[in-house]
């Protein structure tokens, strides 16, 4: 059964509105005469209105500045991209050139988070006891390990979100709720979290660079065709890659068609999007 977090045992975090902090000299002022040298990761833009001190599961201390959101427009690119989640990538979109292969950070890691795991099984201590220095040891392995890979997943989400902020006006994304999905396996968790901080990394990008970044519900998108937006009389099975429309016999790869339900459902003009070959020319060759 789940257990509550006991105060004690949760991190600590502070927080300073206006009068509570100042900085001088690059060193941070906290109520209660507290300075603190701080290691700035950048420039402030604006004047802070509040900040946050944190320690986290590695027991490094962060000071989080609250700043007024400061927009940097970017030329208009002329184009809108749709974007949904893939089986074999992170993202596929309506643009080849923009989806986003798995990186399998996750993957890579899991080998080396199985072993702290079980590192930590054995050191676990007897309820209601503290935890050994091995097993506190262990932990801080494991947390590591996993904000490594956190670290990873949101730089490799950011760097993608860069490239498809600058090169569209709009963007359609699956509105993704991790917590339907994958319930099992490790590879699925890994890919579900990957998809997680790609679309919060073009969210925040969008934000940043005033691009319209407009969230889809995700009901039925791999049943709706991306041409006539007919929906199919059956689910696709998972194993089938292909969508092939009973009303007006498009064929196109699973998870094209649903990034272009995307666009559609978003109400950007499919025409605008990328690699505009309009979907007639994937018919059938049969046909
Ligand atoms: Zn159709």
Redesign the pocket.
């Known amino acids: 059964m789940p257990t509550h977090k006991k105060k004690r045992e949760a991190l600590a975090t502070l927080n300073y509105t206006k009068r509570g902090f100042r900085l001088r000299d690059g060193r941070l002022h906290l109520a209660g005469g507290i300075v603190v040298t701080v290691v700035w990761s950048r420039k402030l833009p604006a004047e802070p209105s509040s900040v946050r001190v944190y320690r986290d599961s590695l027991g490094h201390w962060y000071g989080s500045f609250v700043v007024p959101a400061e927009v940097q427009p970017l030329p208009g690119a002329g184009r809108v991209l749709g974007v949904d989640r893939g089986v074999k990538e992170t993202a596929t979109t309506t643009s080849d050139a923009h989806d986003l292969p798995h990186a399998g950070h996750g993957r890579k890691a899991q080998k080396r988070l199985a072993r702290y795991d079980r590192m930590m099984a054995r050191r676990r201590p007897k309820k209601g006891q503290p935890g050994s220095r091995g097993y506190r040891e262990a932990r801080k392995l494991r947390a590591k390990a996993c904000k490594k890979v956190a670290r990873q997943r949101a730089d490799t989400g950011r760097k993608w979100a860069k490239k498809v902020v600058r090169d569209h006006d709009a963007v359609a994304v699956e509105d993704f709720r991790p917590k339907f999905l994958a319930k099992t396996t490790m590879a699925g968790k890994a890919a579900d979290a990957a998809i997680g901080a790609t679309k919060r990394a073009l969210v925040e990008m969008g934000r940043k660079h005033g691009r319209d970044i407009r969230l889809v519900h995700p009901a039925h998108t791999t049943m709706d ?6 929906r199919a009389k059956h689910v696709l099975p998972l194993g089938e890659r292909t969508y092939t ?6 064929v196109s790869p699973r998870d094209k068609n649903s990034a272009r339900v995307m666009l559609v459902r978003a109400g950007l003009n499919p025409a605008g999007a990328d690699g505009a070959r309009p ?1 007639g020319a994937l018919l059938h060759e049969a046909a």
Do not use: I
């Open positions: 065709c991306g041409n006539c937006m007919t429309c009973t009303a007006c016999g498009a979907f």
